[in-house]
């Protein structure tokens, strides 16, 4: 029997409707295609309570589902002070975000705590993902793009240092 820990992954935004979910979305996609969600969890919250019991933005939703990413399975929640000892990266979509997320964690946390895109090879590690909320269906697309990339990215990371260590040990 296999006992051995998950690696577990929160996205972060704001409100928890719109960006966080795609990359929840995406990135558990992503795992399951690579075999590794066995391996790999993944949860996203916001750094606010606004939407709590919701289901992500109806917009990020058609625009994921047109790429075969469902997301109607997830409903928005705030980062909870347990989130800081139980997930082993916390992922920021933006630098307020990733802010907030390190004013609240304990210090010894913070290594966790990291903007999102710094797995999107094609961008600067302090690259923002932009809330696409108050846009057009332009801006939801672009949050997809660059959530697309970053996932690829991270699982990439993942696989090269802690996957492969976990099956050479």
């Known amino acids: 029997m296999n006992t051995q820990k998950k690696i577990r992954i929160l996205f972060v935004c704001m409100g928890n409707i719109c960006r966080s979910p795609t990359a929840d979305a995406v990135f558990r996609h992503h795992v399951k295609s690579a075999g590794v969600d066995h391996l790999i969890e993944v949860d996203s919250a916001g750094t606010h309570a606004y939407h709590i019991g919701n289901p992500p933005d109806e917009r990020s939703q058609r625009t994921a589902l047109k790429r075969g990413y469902k997301m109607d399975d997830l409903r928005a929640r705030a980062v909870e002070s347990d989130d800081f000892d139980e997930f082993d990266y916390i ?68 696989h090269e240092t802690i996957i492969f260590n976990r099956n050479n040990s």
Do not use: W
Request: aromatic residues 8%; proline residues 4%.
């Open 91 to 158: 992922l920021a979509m933006d630098k307020e975000n990733l802010q907030l997320l390190l004013q609240r964690s304990p210090r010894h946390h913070h290594g966790k705590i990291h903007l999102f895109m710094k797995y999107g090879e094609s961008y600067e590690d302090d690259t923002e993902v932009p809330d696409p909320y108050f846009g057009g269906h332009q801006g939801f697309e672009l949050v997809l793009d660059m959530v697309e990339e970053a996932s690829q990215g991270l699982l990439k990371h993942l």
